[in-house]
């Protein structure tokens, strides 16, 4: 059986790639299925590792089959070899779609669960409020409180609080149209919070200039 070890590193060279290390960390390859590749006994792989390898030298997995595969005395087994790979491909892919369409459904009824009584009780409260002007808006702010428990389980964290007064930071705070320019530690009043999620910031506060 030829080696293919020249036409492997001719491809890695193409893409950058200076060393059969470095494409197993590229491509999620072990290093021995990288040595059958340059057996070209690649039918004994994974059609998901011949994907992923393709991608990563930026070539078609045709091509990776036409240079890695094997002839054989019996023209239809490399035929078979590929079709058996392919569906192999397949069924995986369709169980990681299968996958992500449950944790898809499991996150909304986690949500739905923990907005449960907004849900069920704001439209009455909206009505409420139609038919009585003089309601508070403060009978309410209770209805809301699903909605800080969901962002405290998700790790976001508001950036500031209405109406308070806060020294101007351009990596938290967003001048509002119509404002006069503000410097960095000018004094300013939020008018919409802002959100942050663990270091990663999500929403800048919107503030004006303290009169």
Known sequence: MDDRTEILRLLMKQVGISSFQILSERTGISRRAIDTLRKRNAATLRYADLAKLAEVLQIEVTEVIAKFISDSNNPESPISEIAALREEYQRLQQKLELQKFELRSQFERETIQQLESL????????????????????????????????????????????????????????????????????????????????EKLLYRARVSIAI
């Open 119 to 198: 849900i069920l009780q704001l439209p009455s409260a909206a009505y409420a409020a139609q038919q009585n002007p003089n309601m508070l808006a403060k009978n309410i702010l209770p209805l809301l409180r699903p909605i800080d428990a969901l962002l405290q389980k998700w790790g976001i964290t508001a950036i500031g609080s209405v109406g308070k007064e806060v020294n101007f930071d351009s990596q938290k705070h967003q001048l509002m149209e119509g404002s006069d320019e503000i410097k960095e530690g000018d004094i300013a009043i939020v008018r919409y919070v802002g959100y942050m999620q663990g």
